[in-house]
């Protein structure tokens, strides 16, 4: 038995789908916990790629159960286009289990979610736009539709009529928009309800009853640790728990049941939307960091903002999740500079502070200090052992583990399956 999380230990898109995947082939459950189709992970198998966002990287698996856990948000066009899509593409998706507790993105949050925005005007979070923030909002407010409302129709229009008497009075006197409709609403939800119905489950009772029968369980993370509501650059962050805190509380499995918690980080970083980050580079080197790891958003085709390896937010993200292994992606991107810099800590109105600050404005104020390790010319795509790798390339894993107080159990040399180098055993 095992019980696995899998979490982003940056700002997002480190490769939690690619790894999801890999680990994924030995896994008899695959689990994801908060969220929705703000996710964007790629998974590439026998070259050819799949985009997932709102659905686990693990229904790519034939022999896994994927789980929709209590800890999603769930946007039903998005659920069903999702899977029609994988199905064309020869995706089996029969399999997929929706927890009853699960929320529901009812489409007014997507219209919320852009209001919300454009009151902040330059203070923007730079949302993904699909109604994420107002569904937990919601959630936590105590007026949120769940799965389990789909089966009593009486009961969802009454939930939806009380959540659109406080959205429809924004949507009306502060943007004069037209309200919205409680029937419509309803009735677009209600045309799922018998296509959900078969796939809805106890989340808690069926994932702990695998564990109890020696089952491996894999957690998979939307987003990351420095997108945590609670833990991350608060406000430019997402409105769930991405860390492995929340792999319990989205679908009801105790901490006392987890083995193994692995941060997915890159060889450098990247971050989408708006908020501080302190390694960022804002030069040609970060254009071409971009155009060399193909740094564009899966779910709404941004570039991606790019800079080197922040040792200081892995130790941080090694802390807040209790990471026991790190796997280290794209360390094939950084092929081909002579010196590779690497943030070893941060200097904050002239301190060397060597630990994430606990106040956002020194944060804002956080300039990397680097060490610089020299990088390597050699091809290492095809790399499949530790020793194969070149060794300033050896030596650059080395010290990053180092650095991150967590050892690298991984090390990612390309987008596909296949293009890993694994150094301690993850299951
Ligand atoms: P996620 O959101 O964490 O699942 O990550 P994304 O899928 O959004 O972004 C990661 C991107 O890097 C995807 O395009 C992956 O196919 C790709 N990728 C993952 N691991 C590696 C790696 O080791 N090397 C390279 N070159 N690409 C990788
Ligand atoms: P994966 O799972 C990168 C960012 C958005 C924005 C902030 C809040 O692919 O790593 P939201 O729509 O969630 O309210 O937006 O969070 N964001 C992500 N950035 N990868 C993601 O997911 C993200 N999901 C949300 O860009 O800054
Ligand atoms: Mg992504």
Request: proline share 4%.
């Amino acid at each position: 038995m095992s019980a696995i999380i899998v979490v982003g230990a940056q700002w997002g898109d480190e490769g939690k789908g690619k790894v999801t995947d890999l680990i994924g082939q030995d896994v008899d459950y695959v689990v994801k916990f908060n969220g929705g189709n703000n996710a964007g992970h790629t998974v590439v198998v026998d070259g050819k790629k799949y985009a997932l966002h709102l659905l686990p990287a693990g229904i790519i698996n034939p022999k896994a159960t994927p789980v929709i856990g209590n800890g999603v948000v769930i946007d039903l066009d998005v659920l069903f286009q999702e899977i029609d899509q994988m199905e064309a593409e020869g995706i089996d998706t029969s399999r997929l289990r929706i927890s009853s507790n699960a929320h529901i993105i009812p489409s007014y949050n997507k219209i919320m979610d852009k209001l919300s925005e454009r009151s902040l005007g330059d203070r923007l979070i730079g949302t993904t736009g699909r109604g994420i923030g107002p569904t937990y909002a919601d959630k936590m407010n105590r007026i949120g539709i769940r799965i389990q409302d789909l089966f009593d129709e009486s009961i969802l229009r009454q939930k939806v009529k009380s959540a659109l008497e406080q959205k429809n009075f924004t949507m009306e006197k502060e943007f004069g928009l037209e309200p919205v409709d409680v029937d419509q609403v309803a009735d677009s939800l209600l045309q799922y309800a018998d296509r959900v119905r078969p796939m809805v489950f106890d989340c808690s009772l069926e994932v702990n009853k695998a564990l109890d029968a020696g089952k491996n369980v894999l957690f998979e993370a939307g987003q990351a640790t420095m997108l945590d509501i609670d833990h991350g650059t608060y406000p430019f962050v997402t409105s769930s728990s991405p860390t492995a805190g929340g792999a319990c509380t989205g679908s009801g499995v105790g901490p006392t049941r987890i083995d193994r918690v692995v941060g997915i980080a890159k060889a450098y970083v990247t971050r989408v939307g708006e908020g501080p980050f302190p390694t960022e580079l804002l030069d040609q080197t970060g254009e071409d960091l971009r155009q060399a790891g193909g740094e564009f958003g899966v779910t709404t085709g941004r570039p991606r903002r790019c800079g080197w390896y922040d040792a200081v937010v892995a130790r941080y993200a090694a802390r807040v999740n209790g990471l026991t292994d790190i796997v280290l992606t794209k360390l094939d991107v950084l092929t081909g500079y002579k010196q590779i810099p690497v943030c070893v800590a941060y200097d904050v109105d002239g301190r060397r502070v060597d630990e994430m600050p606990a106040d956002q404005t020194s944060f804002h104020h956080a300039k990397p200090i680097y060490e610089e390790l020299p990088g390597w010319e050699e091809d290492i795509t095809g790399c499949r052992r530790f020793e194969e790798l070149p060794v300033n390339a050896q030596a650059y894993v080395r010290r990053l583990e180092e650095l991150s107080a967590c050892r690298i159990s991984v090390v990612g040399v390309g987008a596909g399956r296949e293009a890993s180098i694994e150094r301690t055993a993850l299951l």
